[in-house]
């Protein structure tokens, strides 16, 4: 199984901020990856696929880049909405494994 | 617009089944695959399994085989999961979320997913 390894695994932050929150696979993963927000008690939204494509709806805050084992995901700048907790996917290979989470809140 | 609504919450005593449903909205069901996910208290995200709903195909996390189906109806664009033999370290919200582009595809993104459905096992 592909190992997630995502860092750091909270953060604070202001808004206008910008934040970069980093993912490493345990193997090549191509640019099978995927990253999500969850906000308390709620379900996870798919924010970013294949590494740097930004779903539909998605701010253009977001943004994603890398490939092979090393990704990030950045917010340009911070908005009180974006306060939650950021998860990364691979989707290379099956089992799909998720990285431990990365919490960003106010500071 | 696409909806995924999951069956509401459970209690079960440890070595029960629990069966979850999710229905589907707003897109061809048999078009995308369906995999769950779930997530104990205050933890990360676990990938559990998935289905081709055009074609019924399943496939599922090896430390869960055996105690984890998924089935279709596509009748009514539901998939379900049961989970069997529960445990104590089973209770969790449990999510269905659609797959990707390619409705063959065991791993892709998940685009849409269901609100969740909290599990809880407990004597």
């Known amino acids: 199984d592909i190992q997630m390894t995502q860092s750091p695994s909270s953060l604070s932050a202001s808004v206008g901020d910008r934040v970069t929150i980093t993912c490493r696979t345990s193997q090549y993963s191509s640019n099978y990856l995927n990253w999500y927000q969850q906000r308390p008690g709620k379900a996870p939204k798919l924010l970013i696929y294949?590494?740097?494509h930004l779903h539909s709806g998605v701010p253009s805050r977001f943004s994603g880049s890398g490939s092979g084992t090393e990704f990030t995901l950045t917010i340009s700048s911070l908005q009180p909405e974006d306060f939650a907790t950021y998860y990364c996917?691979?989707?290379?290979?099956?089992?799909?494994?998720f990285g431990g989470g990365t919490k960003v809140d106010i500071k | 617009q696409v909806q995924l609504v999951q069956s509401g919450p459970e209690v079960k005593e440890p070595g029960a089944s629990v069966r979850v449903s999710c229905k589907a909205s707003?897109?061809?069901?048999?078009?995308?695959?369906i995999s769950w996910v779930r997530q104990a208290p205050g933890q990360g995200l676990e990938w559990m399994g998935w289905?081709?709903?055009?074609?019924?195909?399943?496939k599922y996390l090896q430390s869960l085989q055996g105690r984890v189906t998924v089935t279709t109806d596509t009748s009514t664009s539901t998939a379900h999961m049961e989970l069997r033999s529960l445990r104590s370290d089973d209770t969790a919200v449990y999510y269905c979320a659609r797959v990707g582009e390619d409705r063959a595809v065991v791993s892709d993104r998940f685009d849409y997913w269901g609100p969740g459905t909290l599990v809880i096992v407990s004597s």
């Open positions: 294949a590494a740097s």
């Open positions: 289905i081709g709903t055009y074609n019924g195909k399943t």
């Open positions: 996917q691979q989707s290379y290979s099956t089992p799909n494994t």
């Open positions: 707003g897109y061809k069901f048999t078009s995308y695959g």
